[in-house]
């Protein structure tokens, strides 16, 4: 059985068999000297993004309607496990990986005007967005976010400061959420949040690159948002609704990014058992020592085991029921693996796993993120303590 073959937990499809190779086939255009190259000099993979957009990937799960292929989580986690197991890993989905489901509160909630206006542009690669959520004194605890959005007339005035956001050096639109109420003047902390899609205006908003660990190619940011204005129709949704519109799309990237993950460790996986199948130390190759194949057979089977729950939780959010406990523990369980499989492919290239030569040393790099972001194992614990087993909120 070839270990990076047909996913066993999902259906494939003739349409999502077309949809892999489709994909598999562009990817493979670029190679692991290209997204070497792109993470040594930190530069954004424009050539890639122009051919997933010109092939039309970056639509994938808007609506028809407005120039997307309508399908759902499934396509669409089967499609960044197939980018996450080329040789662009983490990086190559990070470019386009906010399209998915990050303008999904403007697919469910924003007015025609706002879906004609804003989702073909998406669409095509000509506009690209970023997501400004995380803030340097809040962390996870989003409700605690102090961007402030203050009602001038028919607009908008935004002061404040977020951390992380990516892509906001290539950005020409963000995302942005902002309090519009102050956390206690506000009955529960979730409400007086309220979401805008608008212009990053450089004139506005100072962006500032993050010196970083690993996926290179793609920038994060520290941004500082100083009296931009933003008209009143850039506004998704109600005013003091924003936190509730972003709910819908938390399942989606926590399915999105363990399908990533899996894709990342399988590559890892299988440049760990070729090179100790050919490489030779005492008389014989590595690969016929247990200590060298145990690691690597259990990070086969942890990888397997935690992509049949991407695509149990992919089946249930299609299917319109609730996933919350599936794609959190499949976010889980995934990041884990794929750390592991990377994590033992640089061991089992021994010091030449340290060189960037052989590329396993920028897959650890990239895996470590998951773990992180967009939310942390511990959040994920609480999630399932809570929500699962009834324990009492920690936090
Ligand atoms: C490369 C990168 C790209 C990112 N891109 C974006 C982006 O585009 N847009 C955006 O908005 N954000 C982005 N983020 C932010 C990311 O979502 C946050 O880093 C993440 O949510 C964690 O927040 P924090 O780093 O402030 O951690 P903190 O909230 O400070 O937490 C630190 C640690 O403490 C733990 N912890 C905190 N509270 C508890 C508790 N009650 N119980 C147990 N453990 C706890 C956490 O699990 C974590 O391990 C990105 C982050 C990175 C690293």
């Given at each position: 059985m070839e270990f990076t073959g047909e996913p066993m937990g999902l259906n494939m499809t003739p349409e999502r068999r077309q949809i892999r190779d489709a994909v598999k086939g562009l990817c493979d255009r670029f190679d692991d000297s290209y997204w070497s190259e792109k993470d040594t000099k930190h530069e954004f993979p424009h050539e890639f993004h122009a051919a997933m957009a010109q092939a039309g990937w970056l639509g994938l799960t808007m609506p028809e309607a407005y120039g997307g292929a309508g399908l759902g989580v499934t396509e669409a986690a089967l499609m960044m496990q197939t980018v996450a197991n080329s040789a662009g890993a983490i990086s190559a989905c990070s470019t386009?990986?906010?399209?998915?489901?990050?303008?999904?509160?403007?697919?469910l909630y924003g007015t025609e005007e706002q879906k004609r206006r804003i989702l073909p542009p998406l669409i095509t690669g000509e506009h690209k967005v970023a997501f400004g959520v995380t803030e340097p004194d809040a962390g996870l605890d989003t409700t605690n976010i102090t961007t402030r959005a203050v009602k001038d007339g028919n607009r908008y005035i935004v002061n404040g400061q977020k951390v992380w956001t990516t892509t906001a050096q290539e950005a020409d639109k963000i995302l942005l959420l902002t309090r519009t109420t102050p956390r206690d003047k506000v009955a529960k902390r979730t409400e007086g949040l309220t979401l805008f899609y608008t212009d990053l205006d450089r004139r506005y908003i100072e962006v500032r690159a993050i010196d970083k660990l690993g996926r290179n190619a793609v920038d994060s940011n520290m941004t500082f948002y100083r009296d931009l204005p933003v008209p009143e129709e850039d506004r998704i949704g109600a005013e003091g609704d924003g936190f509730r519109l972003l709910l819908d799309s938390l399942n989606p990237e926590r399915i999105l990014i363990a399908a990533e993950c899996v894709g990342v460790g399988r590559r890892s996986l299988a440049k760990a058992a070729e090179y100790a199948r050919d490489r030779v130390v005492f008389g014989r190759p590595i690969g016929k020592n247990q200590a060298i194949q145990h690691p690597l057979a259990q990070s086969w089977m942890a990888l397997e085991a935690a992509d049949l729950m991407v695509w149990k939780a992919a089946s249930l959010y299609d299917g319109r029921e609730p996933c919350g406990a599936q794609a959190n523990a499949a976010k889980y369980l995934a990041a884990d693996a794929a750390f592991d499989a990377c994590d033992r492919a640089v061991r089992t290239h021994g010091g030449f796993g340290y060189a960037k030569e052989y590329h396993v040393e920028r897959y650890?790099?990239?895996?470590?993120?998951?773990?992180?972001?967009?939310?942390?194992?511990?959040?994920?614990?609480?999630?399932?303590?809570?929500?699962?087993?009834?324990?009492?909120?920690?936090?």
């Open positions: 386009f990986h906010i399209n998915l489901f990050g303008p999904h509160p403007v697919v650890l790099r990239e895996i470590m993120l998951p773990r992180i972001a967009p939310v942390s194992r511990e959040m994920i614990m609480c999630f399932i303590a809570e929500r699962v087993l009834g324990l009492p909120k920690s936090y």
